[in-house]
Structures are given as C-alpha cells and as structure tokens.
C-alpha cells in the first residue's frame, strides 16, 4: 500500500513532545490521546479510519467511543445489561458497541509469535472473543481475496517487526509517574558539601571583615574631622617621681636654688638688678661689683631669697680692678652657701650651669658647656681715667647669660661653683651686661672662682683686695704685637718703679713682653689680666724683647692695695 494511504493521526506531531491540548489553553477538554498502531502481520486486521483505540484500565486498547467496562466487569452506570445465554467479555477486552459485529478470533501471522495463555494481546492489536463476530467496521482479511476499498492493506510479510516512530508515545498524561531521573548534573558528596560550606565561611568573614574595616574607617574619618564626639578629654600622663638624678641640670639646679638669691638696688639716683650667691652661714654674699656700685656708700641693698623672703644687706668690701663685691644680709639664719669648685680643673667642653635673674626673672636657669678658658676681657671704665676698669682671666660659656645674670653662681655638673658670671658679648659689640639692654648671643664671660674665692675672703677679712704687680708702667696705645713698657710713667714718675719685682728683673723702658709663662700675649691687657691671674707673691716668667733680642726673666709679684 503506498506511503501515503498509510493511517495519519488526527494532529499533526508535535516537536515539542507535549501532549496535543487544544487552544487557547491548557484549561480546554484535552482529545483522546492516539497510539497509532504499529505494523501488523499478514492478515491482521486493521481498524477502521477513524476508529482510534483507547486503553481500557488494564492496558487493553478499545475503540475510540466504545464504552470502557469498569475494573470490576460490572457494566457501567447506564449500559444495557447483556442478554441471557450470552457470556460477559473477559475483563479487559472491549465490549462491542450495539449493532456491531464481534471482532474475527485472532490469527496470528505466519512466522509470528504464538499468543500467550492467560497473557492480553498487545495494545496495539485488539483482541478478539472467541464465539463473537468481528465487528463490520473492521472486517477480517481473507487470503487471496482483494481489500475493499476505503480499508488500508495489511503491511507487507517481513515489517511486522519493525517499530514505527511514535512521537505520541512519549508522554501519556494518563500514564503512572516513572522514576525521577537525574538532569546529569553530579550530586555534590559530603566532602563537597563540607568545602563548600568552608568556602562560603571563609567568602562570608572576608566580606564581614571587608565591610567592617570600611564602616570603621568611615567612622575614624568622622571623628577625626569632626573631633570625636561628646565631651573632649585629652590624654595625659600620669604622676610621676619628682627625684631626679644629682648631676642633672634639674638636680642641680633643685640644689642650688635655695643659695641663690636676687638685689635689688638703689641709690645716688640709680638702681639695678643683679644676683648672688650665699658663701658661708653667717650671711656672707658675692656679687659683681658694678651690682652694688649704684648704692653708693648711702644706698639701699634689697636681697631677695629664691622662697620668696626678703632681708636688708650691708656691703662688706668690693674691688672694681676684679669686678667683685661682698655684701652681707641681717637677721637672717639657716643659711646653705653653695660649695666651691677650683677653676684650674675645668677643662673646655665641660657642661656647665648657669643662674640668675635676667631681666628681674628670678630663679632662671640655663645650661650650657665651657666654650674657652683664660679668655682676657676688660669691662667697665666709665669713669675715663681706667681706676674703674676689671681685668678678668675669664671662663667663656655659652650658657645664655642676660642684664640680670651678674653674680650668679656658674656650677659644674656636681653642682659647684666653678665662676661668677660676670659679662657677655652683645652684638652691639659692648661686653658690660648692664651698659644696655642687648641680649645674649652665646657669647659669655664668668671670673674664674679661684680668683673670686681669693677676692673674697680679703674682702670680708680686711675689705679691700690687694692687686699682684710687676712695676712698670705700661704704653696702652702700643699697637705692636705684645706689651712695651712706657718711656714715661703715670704722674710724672719713672715707668719701672725703682726696687720693684720688674726693676729687680732688669726690665727697662721701651722693653716689649711677648709671653707669660710661655703663652704668647698680644697687648698690655692681656699681661695686666694674666698678672691678676695670680696672688701676690706668685713667681713669673717672663719672654722680653730688646733690639731684636729676645731673653727670658724671671720676677716674684708684689702687692699694691685695691
């Protein structure tokens, strides 16, 4: 028969596999479903176009509008009951419709299977009831007679096998459930699981931490700019040991304190200020001599004590050659002087202390180092004619030293007292503190204590200080290298005083003095500052010129009153 008288479905396939529901919906009376049937054997019968079979409940396929019995082989609500003497269908075989023939007992095909006993025929080929006529729509064919037209022919021996493509067999709504199977995806085992719950812990803190740290640097930025909120208290340290150790620049100065003390003076229509330092318990004080110079010999002299108390001093003795003076307060008791060092052993670079008050501000400290030793300097001299003019051997420091600072204590790193700070180099090129108001720049000058200390104790013994002298007088406004003996002396008189310790030495007039012993002088100041370095009595050697000759002498220094 050809391909195409062959029996089509009532819908064309769908490509999709879906069950063929009609439109517009899923909700609309879904048509029977088709089972087109397979090729059949030779001399199998076909249904009827149009007559599409059904499966009944137990898989049996029945015709399409043929009545399904009900699984029980009672018939079904509404159905004729069969006549008496006829026997009732088997359970599963479908029950001929009224007015049609039973279909022809089966026959299977040569070379086909046998039917099983007790076993339904296949869905796709009705079975037929023995004892019952086959029924007219789908008539038996008979070997060797012509199909009737309109009923398609069997298909050709040797295809009864062959599976036709049912595309309408790969869903059956109708169909019980299968089992469920996989997509092809693996299922993760409890390792995977166990890494991936680690993982997403891990992914998890990382953002906890990422947006942590964002939230607290935006808040950081916040109270930052904006100063923190609340009230503000600032950090502070806590209370600590007030000691410090003794060679400290606060040991020290929490020593020396209590021993240094501030005048206050007036007098002759002057006044000034200046500092000192108590020497001994009964009251004694050094200061400069140009502190006290404005009391006069009627003047007032105010000292004030680093507590607060005041007292009324009397001047003892002064020396303007030494720039040096003792006065000594009243009524006063408990009294710490300050203990002595020796000068001869500091040496340059030694840290150093200085204390005063500059400028009226009592109690101020500095500190600083020796910066040179027997540096000579000259002060004073405002009365013209050199008796007020101080000759200092002096120490230079650079411990910032102001108008105020005269006469107070310069002490070493064990808190003794090593000079009296006397004179500073000020840029206007003045060396006197009190001549102006310039300050320090570094550039300070303290009387060596050895020499304070001799001053001193001649002062407070007799009250005067005597002066160490060569006998000679000297040409001052020589500008050659060393110092020449005048050719004429003060008032008239010789320039080498007869019997003196130069006349004794052989010096004469118009000798020049280049060393002290063995240090190179450059002027007649240096040799009066490196004379009063020394007491009377003290032995010298002195490098004197002559006619291009130089010689060596030697000579005891006298004394003269101060």
Same mark, same amino acid.
């Given at each position: 028969?050809?391909?195409?008288?062959?029996p089509?479905?009532?819908h064309?396939p769908?490509p999709?596999s879906?069950?063929p529901?009609?439109?517009?919906?899923p909700?609309?009376p879904a048509p029977?479903?088709?089972?087109?049937a397979?090729?059949?054997?030779q001399?199998?019968? +076909?249904?009827a176009?149009?007559?599409?079979?059904?499966p009944?409940?137990?898989g049996? *396929?029945?015709a399409?509008? +043929?009545?399904v019995p009900s699984?029980?082989?009672?018939p079904a *609500?509404?159905?004729p009951a069969p006549a008496?003497? #006829?026997? %009732?269908?088997a359970?599963?075989?479908?029950?001929?419709?009224p007015?049609?023939p039973?279909?022809?007992?089966?026959?299977?095909?040569?070379? /086909?299977p046998?039917?099983?006993?007790?076993q339904?025929?296949?869905p796709?080929i009705p079975?037929? #009831?023995p004892?019952q006529?086959?029924s007219p729509?789908?008539?038996?064919?008979?070997p060797?007679?012509? +199909? *009737?037209?309109? @009923?398609p022919?069997p %298909?050709?021996a040797?295809?009864a096998d062959?599976?036709?493509?049912d595309?309408?067999?790969?869903?059956?709504p109708?169909a019980?459930?299968?089992?469920?199977?996989?997509t092809g995806?693996p299922?993760p085992g409890?390792e995977q699981?166990r890494r991936?719950g680690?993982k997403a812990?891990v992914?998890?803190?990382v953002?906890?931490a990422l947006?942590s740290g964002? @939230?607290g640097?935006?808040?950081?930025t916040?109270?930052e700019?904006n /100063?923190?909120?609340g009230t503000?208290?600032?950090p502070q340290?806590?209370?600590?040991?007030?000691?410090r150790?003794a060679d400290?620049?606060a040991?020290?100065?929490g020593?020396?304190l209590?021993s240094v003390v501030?005048?206050?003076?007036? /007098?002759?229509?002057?006044?000034?200020t200046g500092?000192?330092?108590v020497?001994d318990?009964?009251?004694?004080?050094l200061?400069?001599?140009?502190?006290? $110079?404005?009391?006069g010999?009627?003047?007032?002299?105010t000292?004030?004590f680093?507590g607060?108390?005041?007292?009324?001093a009397?001047l003892v003795?002064r020396d303007?050659?030494?720039?040096?003076?003792?006065v000594?307060v009243?009524?006063?008791?408990g009294l710490?002087?300050?203990?002595?060092?020796?000068s001869d052993?500091?040496?340059? =670079?030694?840290?150093?202390?200085?204390i005063?008050?500059?400028?009226?501000l009592? =109690?101020?400290v500095?500190s600083g180092?020796i910066?040179?030793? !027997?540096?000579? &300097?000259?002060?004073?001299?405002?009365?013209g004619?050199?008796?007020?003019?101080?000759?200092?051997?002096?120490l !230079?420091?650079?411990?910032p030293i102001n108008?105020?600072?005269?006469? /107070?204590?310069?002490l070493?790193?064990?808190?003794?007292v090593v000079? &009296?700070?006397s004179a500073i180099?000020?840029?206007?090129?003045g060396?006197?503190?009190?001549s102006g108001?310039?300050g320090?720049i570094?550039?300070?000058?303290?009387i060596p204590?050895?020499?304070?200390k $001799?001053v001193?104790?001649?002062l407070i013994?007799?009250?005067r200080a005597?002066?160490? #002298?060569i006998? &000679?007088?000297?040409d001052?406004?020589?500008?050659?290298d =060393?110092?020449r003996v005048d050719?004429?002396?003060?008032?008239?008189g010789p320039?080498?005083?007869?019997g003196?310790p130069? %006349?004794?030495a052989?010096?004469?007039a118009?000798?020049v003095i280049t060393?002290?012993?063995?240090?190179? @002088?450059h002027?007649?100041?240096?040799? &009066?500052?490196k004379?009063r %370095?020394h $007491?009377p009595?003290?032995r010298l050697e002195?490098t004197?010129?002559?006619?291009?000759?130089?010689?060596?002498?030697?000579l005891?220094l006298?004394?003269s009153g101060?």
């Open positions: 028969m050809p391909a195409q008288d062959a089509r479905p009532l064309d769908d999709y879906t069950p529901y009609g439109e517009p919906g909700w609309a029977p479903v088709q089972h087109p397979a090729a059949q054997a001399g199998m019968a +076909t249904p176009q149009g007559m599409a079979a059904v009944d409940a137990q049996a *396929p029945v399409h509008g +043929t009545p699984p029980s082989g009672a *609500p509404g159905a008496p003497g #006829v026997p %009732a269908p359970p599963g075989v479908p029950h001929p419709a007015g049609v039973a279909p022809a007992p089966y026959v299977p095909a040569p070379g /086909g046998a039917p099983v006993p007790g339904a025929p296949s796709s079975a037929s #009831v004892g006529a086959p729509s789908i008539p038996a064919p008979v060797g007679q012509a +199909t *009737p037209p309109g @009923i022919a %298909a050709p040797g295809f062959a599976p036709t493509p595309p309408w067999r790969r869903y059956d109708w019980a459930p299968g089992p469920l199977q996989q995806a299922v409890t699981r991936r680690r812990l992914l998890g803190a953002a906890l947006v964002g @939230i640097g935006l808040v950081g916040y109270l700019r /100063g923190g909120v503000v208290e600032l340290a806590g209370k600590e040991a007030v000691a150790d400290s620049v040991g020290i100065a020593r020396a209590p501030t005048l206050h003076v007036s /007098g002759s229509g002057e006044q000034g500092t000192g330092f020497l318990t009964r009251g004694h004080i200061t400069n001599n140009h502190v006290v $110079r404005p009391a010999t009627t003047g007032e002299i000292v004030t680093n607060g108390e005041t007292a009324e009397e003795g303007s050659g030494y720039d040096l003076a003792v000594k009243k009524g006063v008791s710490t002087p300050l203990p002595l060092g020796n052993s500091v040496q340059v =670079g030694d840290p150093v202390v200085a005063g008050a500059p400028f009226d009592a =109690g101020t500095t180092i910066s040179a030793k !027997q540096r000579p &300097i000259t002060a004073g001299g405002d009365k004619d050199g008796s007020d003019m101080s000759y200092v051997d002096a !230079q420091t650079d411990a108008p105020g600072n005269s006469g /107070g204590p310069l070493d790193s064990k808190g003794r000079g &009296i700070n180099r000020s840029a206007g090129g060396s006197d503190p009190d108001q310039s320090s570094g550039l300070g000058f303290a204590i050895n020499q304070g $001799r001193a104790e001649e013994n007799t009250g005597t002066h160490p #002298v006998g &000679i007088t000297l001052m406004d020589y500008t050659g =060393g110092a050719t004429e002396g003060s008032e008239g320039p080498v005083t007869a003196g130069g %006349a004794r052989g010096i004469k118009g000798d060393e002290v012993d063995g240090r190179r @002088i002027s007649g100041e240096e040799l &009066i500052v004379t %370095a $007491r009595g003290d002195l004197v010129e002559r006619g291009g000759k130089a010689r060596t002498v030697s005891v006298g004394s101060g």
